[in-house]
T-cell receptor, first 112, second 118 residues
Framework: KQEVTQIPAALSVPEGENLVLNCSFT??????LQWFRQDPGKGLTSLLL?????REQTSGRLNASLDKSSGRSTLYIAASQPGDSATYLCAVPNNAGNMLTFGGGTRLMVKP | EPEVTQTPSHQVTQMGQEVILRCVPI?????FYWYRQILGQKVEFLVSFYNNEISEKSEIFDDQFSVERPDGSNFTLKIRSTKLEDSAMYFCASSVRLAGAVGQETQYFGPGTRLLVL
């Protein structure tokens, strides 16, 4: 059974800092890994989907990397802003691609 | 940009009552999903639906739950007899399945319905 873990559970940084969020998964036979953002009491916004054949995927100040063999992904946020404050979730699909298993999230606070 | 919508945004119900949560997936998407998130816990998969059939369901999705696509646009989750532990945020998601591209598509999530069972 796939298990997804995110470290740290919470992170507080000053504005402008670059930061890295970590995601690990136990079954490396994945098609892709998806990163989401969740604001308090809100839905999930897809940030990046990185395919198993890719090593990196970039969108603006966000860069996701994937190392399937070691079961790890990182989300790098450059020049953090207070508006980046949210919970960041990673998720991986099962073999049939019809369900996602989520990590517990990293709650990020960027202080002005 | 197309988005998944859900109604209602909040629902309060008494234990034992039936509730129906509604979702309108993105129009050209073929796969539909329900997830839930109990306060402070992980997002958990409930069920996926394709071609008018359940394609996958979790252990949570027992006989109290059912899903339906009553028309060409809506996708519903019914809980027949709610329990206190059903209190959670329920998310609907949809994705487009490209031929030969199993598991490569992004799932797009709605804003959620917060269900409170008293």
């Amino acid at each position: 059974k796939q298990e997804v873990t995110q470290i740290p559970a919470a992170l507080s940084v000053p504005e402008g800092e670059n930061l890295v969020l970590n995601c690990s998964f136990t079954d490396s036979a994945i098609y892709n890994l998806q990163w989401f953002r969740q604001d308090p009491g809100k839905g999930l916004t897809s940030l990046l989907l990185i395919q198993s054949s890719q090593r990196e995927q970039t969108s603006g100040r966000l860069n996701a990397s994937l190392d399937k063999s070691s079961g790890r992904s990182t989300l790098y946020i450059a020049a953090s802003q207070p508006g980046d404050s949210a919970t960041y979730l990673c998720a991986v699909p099962n073999n049939a691609g019809n369900m996602l298993t989520f990590g517990g999230g990293t709650r990020l606070m960027v202080k002005p | 940009e197309p988005e998944v919508t859900q109604t209602p945004s909040h629902q309060v119900t008494q234990m034992g009552q039936e509730v129906i949560l509604r979702c309108v997936p993105i129009s050209n998407h073929l796969y539909f999903y329900w997830y839930r998130q109990i306060l402070g816990q992980k997002v958990e998969f409930l069920v996926s639906f394709y071609n008018n059939e359940i394609s996958e369901k979790s252990e949570i999705f027992d006989d109290q739950f059912s899903v339906e696509r009553p028309d060409g646009s809506n996708f519903t989750l019914k809980i027949r007899s709610t329990k206190l532990e059903d209190s959670a945020m329920y998310f609907c998601a949809s994705s487009v399945r490209l031929a030969g591209a199993v598991g490569q598509e992004t799932q797009y999530f709605g804003p959620g319905t917060r269900l409170l069972v008293l």
